[in-house]
């Protein structure tokens, strides 16, 4: 059974703060990693990586993969009250994804 | 930009009741997926199509059945409403070839009492 699993669950942080979050999983038939970003609605694309150590970057927003040890993070520069909403994590297989169950951050000013 | 449409956003049903979830897709996706958000449980897929009156079961299956008669269209329909059944439902889309995200609807929180 595919697995995808998101640490921390939650996460409170200051405005300028740093932030990583963690993906790992165990999927057959691996084809990519999808990151989505869920504020009080439907879940926007973020970032979709498939290669090992090829870095995806965008504004203050990275994620990088390693299909070795089965991971993924994305990290979050200089954190805005803004990016507080649910950050999903999920692995693609032949276009079915797993979805892990999320890492809720919240961004105080 | 792709727009997939959920027919309702807020849907309240009694216990017993068939209930129809539509979703409209307008990018031309082969695939579509029915999934429900609950806390704690993260998206859990309940069934996806990767063409018309083509239909795989997802993870939780039990209790619903999906229709896909034309492409843009994938109805998810709950036989017989159970509290259980109470949820948030998202419908998504997305290509087959090449990048594999998925384009979601706003979502019909579905109250059954």
């Known amino acids: 059974e595919d697995k995808v699993v998101q640490s921390p669950l939650s996460l409170v942080v200051h405005e300028g703060d740093t932030v990583t979050l963690n993906c790992s999983y165990e999927v057959t038939n691996f084809r990519s990693l999808l990151w989505y970003k869920q504020e009080k609605k439907a879940p926007t694309f973020l970032f979709m990586l498939t290669s090992s150590g090829i870095e995806k970057k965008s504004g203050r927003l990275s994620s990088i993969l390693d299909k070795k040890e089965l991971f993924s993070i994305l990290n979050i520069t200089a954190t805005q009250t803004g990016d507080s909403a649910v950050y999903l994590c999920a692995v693609s297989n032949a276009g079915k994804s797993t979805f892990g169950d999320g890492t809720t951050l919240t961004v105080k000013p | 930009d792709v727009k997939v449409t959920q027919s309702s956003r807020y849907l309240v049903k009694r216990t017993g009741e068939k209930v129809f979830l539509e979703c409209v897709q307008d990018m031309d996706h082969e695939n579509m997926f029915w999934y429900r958000q609950d806390p704690g449980l993260g998206l859990r897929l309940i069934y996806f199509s990767y063409d018309v009156k083509m239909k795989e079961k997802g993870d939780i299956p039990e209790g619903y059945s999906v229709s896909r008669e034309k492409k843009e269209r994938f109805s998810l329909i709950l036989e017989s409403a159970s509290t259980n059944q109470t949820s948030m439902y998202l419908c998504?889309?997305?290509?087959?070839?090449?990048?594999?995200?998925?384009?979601f609807g706003p979502g019909t929180r579905l109250t059954v009492t």
């Open positions: 998504a889309s997305s290509t087959s070839w090449g990048v594999y995200e998925q384009y």
